[in-house]
T-cell receptor
Framework: AQRVTQPEKLLSVFKGAPVELKCNYSYSGSPELFWYVQYSRQRLQLLLRHISRESIKGFTADLNKGETSFHLKKPFAQEEDSAMYYCAPCREGTSGSRLTFGEGTQLTVNP | DAGVIQSPRHEVTEMGQEVTLRCKPISGHDYLFWYRQTMMRGLELLIYFNNNVPIDDSGMPEDRFSAKMPNASFSTLKIQPSEPRDSAVYFC????????????????FGNGTRLTVT
């Protein structure tokens, strides 16, 4: 079955430390992958997409087709990065494309 | 634009009652999605519409759930009868274009409706 896995429900780091939020997918082919973020009291919003190869708020994510992973990384975490992060592959199907979210990782950056 | 608007923000109801959640997508967005968020299962896609037509409802849990989109600016998600296990945050989202390959439009989410069924 096609699925996306975020193995850590909770992740806690100290300010200034590197952070990596893991995401593994089992989709066949070349799915397009996204990271969405939900800050406290804010709407869920797009953080970045792999196809654009951009860095947003210091975060990057590299698609590793060999490992079927799309881990989100930031070299120096900030307190304002504390949020819920969702990895989301886009699956193309006969009924159109759909975005499926992982279970999410709650990141807490401690001062 | 005020973004995707959902109502109510909170809903508390008793088991067996009918619940209707409402969503107004961003004007001009042709795609509308309903998601459910729980601690155990994260964000699950329930159903999505394209140009008011339901495209994929395979995520709808059971017949107690139904969704409609009578026009481009309004959609409802109805649960009848509601059960305690339906308690969750329900999100509506819209997008301008198809997602994925060839599409260049992110999902815009509403603030969600927190449903509690006692």
């Amino acid at each position: 079955a096609q699925r996306v896995t975020q193995p850590e429900k909770l992740l806690s780091v100290f300010k200034g430390a590197p952070v990596e939020l893991k995401c593994n997918y089992s989709y066949s082919g070349s799915p397009e992958l996204f990271w969405y973020v939900q800050y406290s009291r804010q709407r869920l919003q797009l953080l970045l997409r792999h196809i654009s190869r951009e860095s947003i708020k210091g975060f990057t994510a590299d698609l590793n087709k060999g490992e079927t992973s799309f881990h989100l990384k930031k070299p120096f975490a900030q307190e304002e990065d504390s949020a819920m992060y969702y990895c989301a592959p886009c699956r193309e199907g006969t009924s159109g494309s759909r975005l499926t979210f992982g279970e999410g990782t709650q990141l807490t950056v401690n001062p | 634009d005020a973004g995707v608007i959902q109502s109510p923000r909170h809903e508390v109801t008793e088991m067996g009652q009918e619940v209707t959640l409402r969503c107004k997508p961003i004007s001009g967005h042709d795609y509308l999605f309903w998601y459910r968020q729980t601690m155990m299962r994260g964000l699950e896609l329930l159903i999505y519409f394209n140009n008011n037509v339901p495209i994929d409802d395979s995520g709808m849990p059971e017949d107690r759930f139904s969704a409609k989109m009578p026009n481009a600016s309004f959609s409802t998600l109805k649960i009848q009868p509601s059960e305690p296990r339906d308690s969750a945050v329900y999100f509506c989202a819209s997008s301008l274009a198809p997602l994925g390959a060839g599409g260049d439009s992110p999902l815009h989410f509403g603030n969600g409706t927190r449903l509690t069924v006692t």
